[in-house]
Structures are given as C-alpha cells and as structure tokens.
C-alpha cells in the first residue's frame, strides 16, 4: 500500500516510535497513466464516501473550438507532445497539458482524465 505518511526512519538512521497506524487518509495511489483506445473506466470510492471517476483509456474528447464556442466530440489520433514526461509521446500517454491529435486537428488536454473522468480539449 502506498502512504503519503511520514516515513519510519530519521535522516540519521534512527527510528521514530510510532504512536499511530495505518490511517486511510494518509493513503496514496500510483497515477492514472490514461492511454488510447477502447474506453474504458474506473470508479473509486475516496474520502467522504465520495467518488472519483478515473479514464484508464480514452477514444475521444471534447473538444471546444473558440472560434465558434462550440464542444465537437472528437476522435484521438495520437499523441504528439507532452509536457509532464517526454516519454509519455511514445507510450500514448494523455495527461493534462498534452497535445493530442484528433480528427479536427491538434488539441491541448484541459482536463485531467485521471481524476476528473472525461478528456475535454481546446483546439490549436
């Protein structure tokens, strides 16, 4: 399980002794690493009985044209540059900021797919 809690060792090597457990705020997750293709969810239940939709892959987006202030539902193509990770480019990773090619043209990614539950995008 990962943990956003503080360590058990000091920087010295030390240990701290603990007078807390595992609670699930402290709880951490790996990210969403939302890829292209099938769609495809998935729904966690978060603190406060809560829910966060997470997008493991995507097929289209919303894409918003500002000329005429209207959303197209459009299909991705690929990814053409990322700003998080280089590496994400030639894995077709789609995180916020990204570039992503679709059939009405390039688009950046203003949503977060990881959290958010959809791939909303501004045309370039």
């Known amino acids: 399980m990962l943990s956003q809690h503080r360590g058990k060792r000091k920087p010295s090597g030390g240990r701290y002794r603990s007078h807390l457990s595992k609670k699930l705020h402290n709880l951490g997750r790996l990210p969403t690493l939302t890829k292209i293709g099938v769609h495809k969810l998935r729904i966690l239940r978060v603190r406060g009985c809560n829910q966060k939709v997470r997008?493991?892959?995507?097929?289209?987006?919303?894409?918003l044209n500002q000329?005429?202030?209207t959303y197209r539902k459009s299909k991705i193509k690929t990814v053409t540059e990322n700003t998080a990770n280089r590496h994400y480019v030639r894995r077709n990773i789609?995180?916020?900021g990204s570039v992503v090619e679709t059939e009405l043209g390039k688009a950046r990614i203003?949503?977060?797919?990881?959290q958010d539950g959809t791939v909303n995008a501004v045309l370039l």
């Open 55 to 63: 997008v493991l892959v995507a097929e289209y987006a919303n894409v």
């Open 94 to 96: 789609i995180t916020m």
């Open 110 to 114: 203003t949503s977060r797919p990881g």
């Open 67 to 69: 000329k005429d202030k």
